[in-house]
């Protein structure tokens, strides 16, 4: 990081006179997200010029995760480059087990990965319409992986307790480090795909792909095509528009998963507001939105999951680099069977969008 620049001032007069995004001002100055917020630390509050101040938190995530359920009702963020996914409601019934932690609170739905967790902060910013009050949590390389931010009804005296016992008065500059260059996907020199095509057909939970995919060392993107037409399907990229539409208008509850190395949330419920907006399309809906960058879409897959509860089928969206953007599935919960309607919205994408194969 720069440290010519006086980057509190700068952010403040690029914030008020732009109205430019936390990560689109790091950009700009040429620091991590992370730095940006970092160089809030410490910040005098009697300073009028300064909009944004911050608290390091220690790293106790899921100590820190746990208190959150005192905030009461607050809103989760977690995002990649091409889909943010908000969701309102409390941390309840949160739990761990190593380094994998879990918020299983009915409105709040995370899988937490804490061994991506690097740096995290309290921080209140001034805007327009009052003071904005947020935890927020990064990578090593100063990415966000996750951020609550407070509501109108959400408890201010247990977040200032909060920040008393969490904040870390000795903590160590803030160390970034660059991104790994992502690799080419490639498959095995050994790949077996008899034996692959085996594993897929024998699978029991959809939670068992990941540790098939880890079994051959297989990225995602190969998986699908290597699964064979029975179990993953190409389709265009408008279909993740036009499955969110359909949704919407045939009132199909569905369930989305957008994450990041750090964190995986998940919404489950109807959606009803979905709105195309330029490259974006949106879900404003009161306790969730989705904002999802079609134009960032490089590939949609209709994957099938064998299960003990019968085919689980969804929608699977990456990016030009083989990255997962999000996974729409119908509403269910283990020992139920798909959902009719959701089979056959997906069924109608591929009537509309199926790619063809030469």
Known sequence: MNNSLNIPRLFTEMRRAQKKRHRDIA???GISEAELIAAHSGVMTDDDAISLRAVRLQARWPDLIKAV???GKVMALTRNEACVHE???VYHHSSVNGQTGL?????????IFYQHWSSGFAVQEELADGTQ????FFDRSGVAIHKIFLQPESNLQAFDALIMAFADDHAAPLQIQAAEPR????LPDNFDNAAFSDAWRSLRDTHDFFSMLRQFKISRTLALREAGVDYAEQLDTAAASDVLLAAAQEQVPIMVFTG???MIQIHSGPVSK???TGPWINVLDASFNLHLRTDLIAEAWIVRKPTTDGLVCSLELFDAHGELICMLFGERKPGQAERCEWRGLLDQMRTEHLLCKA
Not at 103 to 111: F, S, Y
Not at 133 to 136: D, G, I, K, M, V
């Open 183 to 186: 690799a080419e996907a490639t």
């Open 27 to 29: 950009l700009e100055l």
């Open 103 to 111: 918020v299983l609170a009915g409105d709040i739905d995370l899988r």
């Open 87 to 89: 969701k309102k409601g």
């Open 69 to 71: 359920e005192t905030l």
């Open 274 to 276: 979905v709105l195309p």
């Open 260 to 262: 990041n190395a750090g």
């Open 133 to 136: 009050r947020s935890l927020q």
